[in-house]
């Protein structure tokens, strides 16, 4: 894990930047293969994100929860934790704003803000239970939270059948007004596309992240841990309530990201069938970022617009959608295994110290 | 109420449902008993279940019954060329070897689909399948009543498995390949010294996991599902990893733990049929097989031992 962080703080831009377009190119092959023009489908897929009002808002609005999502996996990793629960936790975030939303009855000023923060207790929990079992019985978190992404998703859905689904439905009764984050206005001037308060709190959350990490007593300790917990320990750093605490933070953004999707965006909670996605595209979003909150943001953006373009691309040249993931999973790979990159960015790091003599 | 038969067929299927669990999860014991961590088993039985169908398809019409054992066949090939890139990235290249399991999980998610659309159409599944595995009755055996329907009548996979438990406990603890498997997994270094190429072990090891997690996954399109779509695994892959660590790494826990699982999924239908689901909710049921995975890990419900180098790229150069 420290040699993935290690790799990022050196060539920091030029790795993910070969690995995208390593990943742009497998998707290219993939798509010669099936016999699709890849030069027309990329130009569909920005076309679509860029070409009206409406589908530009809905990009952001498909950002957002990367945003999150990205934090939640890049804050533990800061820790020296995989956090690969980011799925799980942002499925609890929704239920509990869902609860939040449906059961009470409160003026706008306290209820939408008191879902959100149930969202992000409820993530922030379901986080530190992996935190804990590592800590306290020193089980791997990687395991641990992918089984809590299981559960988190039948949890969910035996909390909504149970408390929340009307009989005979499919989803949640609709959050009660005051709940909601839609931004109106907004919305209207991007011809009603969802947009919502949880953009900003995505911002917000970002630049928190790099405050609480690089500017408080805490955020170093918590980077120490991240980089030598040995050391940590020996410089009488309480190594076990770190864990917690990052695994904590982590879920906590991931909750936030899960209580907006439900409502900035939906309004109400259907069952799942699988899970939702957005924790395992916040992998790709944090390692892509070099797990640093502007980097987050970045390949948030990223991975949204090929996300939603990736509609554009079935409508302009008849690639499936599909194809999108196996881009991402390329970016991905490429990204683990920068020593593949490194044989690619080696003749251009050479030419330059060529060009400098 | 006939309990013989309703145990009977719980136990029927039981061995259904684990058929794939046992395969996937005896691939990731090759694979993590070497060293190498194997989030991917997901994603490889998704390879397997696709190509599987795909391969059945494509010669059912000339060849009938011979077809999906083609298909199996060669969904373990395309198994073992699937998990290529994930022993290229975390045996050459020193790559963090959950986050390519990851990726390669992406991958066959998208990939298959992806294929699935191409080759019928733009559908999002494969066309029901007219040849897939039917059920072998034992001779004389299955005549037996209740256990005969129990275990001596099952899909010609499910035989296969129990017969592949056996093998794996025989290779990895009875054979030459098996030990230097084994210390290359415990401690490469010393392994090294005594001469064994500790990256061919593991390039070995995780091909092997690609074509018997591979199985895993066209074991459910060629018998229960008789098709591929994007949800013909969904998350059995998972389950596979939960067994083996469940079994603590050993080839019999693995199947016990893959038995257990298998118990409650087949439970599952039958708390349905009975309407049991007024008292315990199915999503519970459901839960299982994680929440368990969690309390062994935990170390409350006995104790796990991952093999000592699991996870850790070997670096020649660290002697």
Known sequence: MNRVIAVFTKESFLVPLVAIILGLLTGAIAMLA????????????????????????????????????????????????????????????????????????????????????????????????????????????????????????????????????????????????????????????????????????????????????????????????????????????????????????????????????????????????????????????????????????????????????????KFGAGVPVELIRVVIASVIFFVAAHGIVKIFVKPILNKKKEGGN | MDWGLIVSNLVHDTIVFSTALIFASLGGLYSERSGVVNIALEGMMIIGAFTGAVITYAFQDSLGGAAPWIGFLLAGVAGAIFALPHAVASVTFKADQTVSGVALNFLAAGLSVYLTKIIFNGAGQTTTLTSVFGKWSIPGLHDIPYLGHAIFEAYPTSFLAFIMVFVTWYVIFKTPFGLRLRAVGEHPRAADTVGINVKKMRYTAVMISGILAAWGGATISLTTTSNFSHNTVSGQGFIAIAALIFGKWHPAGAMGAALFFGVAQAIKSLVQIFGLTKYVPTEFIFMLPYVLTILVMAGLVGRSNAPAALGKPYDTGSR
């Open chain 1, 34 to 313: 099936g016999g699709f023009n890849p030069i027309k489908a990329y130009m569909a897929l920005l076309e679509k994100v860029f070409g009206s009002a409406y589908n530009f808002g809905e990009t952001i609005r498909q950002i957002t929860p990367l945003i999150f999502t990205g934090l939640a996996v890049a804050f533990a990793f800061r820790t020296g934790l995989f956090n690969i629960g980011a799925e799980g936790q942002f499925i609890v975030g929704m239920i509990a704003s869902t609860a939040v939303g449906v059961s009470l009855d409160l003026p706008a000023y306290i209820h939408a803000p008191l879902a959100v923060i149930a969202g992000a207790v409820a993530g922030g929990l379901w986080g530190s239970i992996a935190g804990y079992l590592k800590a306290a019985r020193g089980v791997n978190e990687v395991i641990t939270s992918i089984m809590l992404n299981w559960v988190a998703l039948y949890l969910a859905n035996w909390v909504m059948n149970a408390f929340f689904v009307p009989a005979g439905q499919q989803r949640s009764e609709m959050i009660h007004d005051s709940a909601v984050i839609t931004i109106g206005w907004l919305s209207t001037m991007f011809d009603s596309a969802r947009l919502h308060w949880g953009t900003l709190i995505a911002v917000l959350a970002a630049i928190f992240f790099y405050v609480i990490l690089w500017k408080t007593k805490s955020g170093f300790e918590l980077r120490a841990v991240g980089l030598n917990p040995h050391a940590s320990e020996y410089a009488g750093m309480n190594v076990n309530r770190n864990v917690v605490k990052a695994m904590f933070i982590g879920g906590m953004f991931a909750g936030i990201g899960g209580a907006c999707e439900i409502l900035g965006v939906f309004h109400y909670q259907a069952i799942m069938t699988a899970q939702p996605g957005y924790g395992f595209d916040g992998i790709a979003v944090a390692l892509i970022g070099g797990n640093t909150p502007l980097g987050v943001v970045l390949g948030a953006i990223l991975f949204g617009i090929l996300s939603f373009g990736a509609a554009g691309m």
